[in-house]
């Protein structure tokens, strides 16, 4: 999976955000739960990008929610 750029996710409509938001989710509780199983991971990195990328999705639907009101 690529980074999620933010122009990338404002494309989106709030149905796409939110399965994306799903999938970003489900992946970092996978990471974590190798990395705290003592598994090597294979980009640990990975798991800061994983977080950006929520913030991001959150953001920008908390942007649009609020700009729709």
Known sequence: MTILRPDEIRDMDI????AKL???RSEL???RATA???GSLDN?????ELKR???RV??????K???GA
């Open 65 to 67: 929610h609020e700009g």
């Open 15 to 18: 149905d796409e955000m939110k």
């Open 53 to 55: 990328a929520i913030a």
């Open 22 to 24: 799903r999938e970003l």
């Open 58 to 63: 959150l953001t920008i639907m908390k942007e």
């Open 29 to 31: 509780a996978r990471a």
């Open 44 to 48: 640990p990195a990975r798991i800061r």
């Open 36 to 38: 705290a199983a003592g």
